[in-house]
């Protein structure tokens, strides 16, 4: 089965870097799992008045108020059928600040009556992100936000841009470190910079079933609305 990613990709998937080809070629059928592990060389966040919307999000392993130099990152993806039959791919991010860890989580899944990602952020599925991928010129792959909605029980709604947190997403592979990179900036049209981070991982690859996935790497509920 194709990854979700060569789903929307296309022909266009040919044009990325070999390892990273490998990084996103997995399906749930190929009972495997991407796991990386490396430092980030600077983790940072906006002005002041951006701490109460960065702390907003702890709970629920969407955004955290921590900045820090040199910081221990994982990474893991996992590949399964949700309950609602959907290719999903997990985003499980671990920075190991010295008093806490911290987590950046999300689960992504390609949406056809969309026609891109969807990326759901946090443990709930409760915020649906449009993602827009691009093949870079060297080979990476950029990811880019676009509309947002907001699933809660019976609350609907669509995210006004002006209050949109909107990430700008570039991973590729440094053939001469022999390492995955990876520069995540997110950004308000009115508040400007929120967050973001730098650094580079090793990769290693785990063989499991999709029912052998952690239960930390899964949402503790799944959105059907795209």
Request: charged fraction near 20%; glycine fraction near 8%; hydrophobic fraction near 40%.
């Amino acid at each position: 089965m194709p990854s979700i990613y060569q789903q929307q990709l296309g022909a266009d998937f040919q044009k990325l870097h070999p390892r990273i080809q490998e990084r996103l070629a997995f399906s749930s059928q190929d009972n495997r799992a991407f796991v990386g592990e490396g430092v980030m060389e600077r983790v940072w966040h906006g002005p002041f008045f951006t701490q109460p919307f960065l702390r907003a999000g702890l709970a629920r392993h969407i955004t955290f108020p921590e900045t820090g130099l040199n910081v221990p990152f994982r990474i893991e993806n996992y590949a399964y059928c949700d309950p609602l039959g959907r290719e999903t791919v997990t985003w499980i991010r671990r920075f190991a600040f010295p008093a806490h860890t911290r987590c950046f989580d999300a689960t992504m899944v390609h949406s056809a009556a969309r026609n891109c990602i969807v990326d759901y952020l946090g443990t709930h599925q409760h915020v649906a992100v449009d993602i827009d991928l691009a093949v870079t010129a060297k080979g990476g792959l950029r990811l880019r936000s676009g509309a947002q909605r907001f699933y809660e029980g019976r609350f609907a709604f669509g995210v006004p841009r002006l209050l949109a947190a909107l990430a700008d997403v570039e991973e590729w592979y440094d053939d001469a470190a022999n390492c995955y990179r990876i520069q995540v900036e997110v950004r308000n049209p009115v508040f400007g910079k929120l967050f973001g981070y730098y650094g580079s991982f090793q990769s290693s690859w785990q063989t499991l079933a999709p029912e052998q996935i952690p239960v930390h790497a899964l949402p503790l509920r799944h959105e059907s609305r795209e």
